[in-house]
């Protein structure tokens, strides 16, 4: 049974992701990354805290040396909460929206990623240091797909990573949109694409279930339930290779994310997202 993250949780943040993330928690939305807008992080849950733990990041020039666990007892379950350099310590009592300390950018992400606080939940009974075997996580809101044709114009960029103006929001700060996983519509049966397309093993179909994924027309994978196995593909730029597509619910900007070392793509180009099959489906 999934454990559900409500509303008034949810827009605490400016976006959210079930699958984006290689870690074996997300491989079938079994946590949650939330978005919040700042370097602090508002607590997602309500409970005693735990305990805190000071763990190994994988090294990486762009992150800290370490990251943190914090585990909170909710009363139905405990939760694990990560990337959040912790302001509070065992014994707390902590309300949704307490701060729980200060976001740390650590070595587990891709250097495309925001910081962002991890979200999984254990059955009380359960080791609650470990990841494995944490409960499937579900979003208490309803995310408006958006048809999108594989067309936009560059309006923001990083070193690895590009944002296209399309699609657009239809009313920001609102409600959560995503990228219909529809044939090029915006279709509620096959629900919201989410994840890292096509470089992460797994993405999902939020809303959606047992179906084939689309992006701007073109299929991209499978769905069982809402958990989607990606075909072999890559994705073009302007018909040059990039990582991938960055995927997740969003409540403020709609525009598709490109992700990779290689992107070069500047404000303002007009780019085509294009899929090349590896092989056949």
């Known amino acids: 049974m999934a454990v559900t993250v409500p509303p008034d949780v949810l827009h605490q943040y400016y976006r959210f992701s079930l699958y984006n993330s290689p870690f074996d928690a997300h491989d079938e939305g079994c946590a949650i990354d939330l978005y919040p807008e700042g370097p602090r992080a508002p607590s997602p849950v309500a409970g005693e805290v735990l305990d805190t733990k000071t763990v190994q990041a994988p090294p990486k020039p762009y992150a800290a040396e370490h990251d943190y666990l914090i585990l909170v007892d909710t009363g139905d379950h405990v939760a694990r909460l990560l990337h959040v350099k912790p302001g509070v310590e065992a014994g707390d009592r902590v309300a ?88 090029g519509r915006a279709d509620r049966e096959g629900g919201v694409l989410d994840g890292g397309l096509p470089h992460y093993d797994w993405g999902g179909a939020l809303g959606g279930e047992n179906g084939t994924a689309h992006l701007a027309g073109q299929r991209v994978g499978v769905a069982d339930g809402r958990t989607v196995t990606w075909d072999d593909i890559t994705v073009l730029a302007n018909g040059e290779p990039v990582t991938g597509v960055a995927l997740f619910c969003s409540r403020e900007t709609a525009g598709v994310k490109l992700v990779g070392e290689g992107v070069d793509l500047t404000v303002g180009e007009r780019v085509e997202v294009t899929v090349e099959r590896q092989s056949s489906p």
């Open 96 to 183: 949704v929206g307490d701060d729980l300390g200060e976001l740390v950018r650590a070595g587990f992400f891709a250097p495309w990623v925001p910081n962002h606080i991890h979200l999984g939940f254990r059955d009380a009974n359960a080791n609650p240091y470990r990841a494995a075997g944490s409960l499937p996580v579900a979003a208490g809101v309803d995310v408006a797909p958006l048809a999108w044709d594989g067309t936009g114009t560059v309006a923001e960029t990083g070193e690895t990573w590009a944002r296209l103006d399309s699609p657009t929001h239809p009313a920001p700060g609102e409600r959560f949109v995503g990228l219909a996983a529809g044939n």
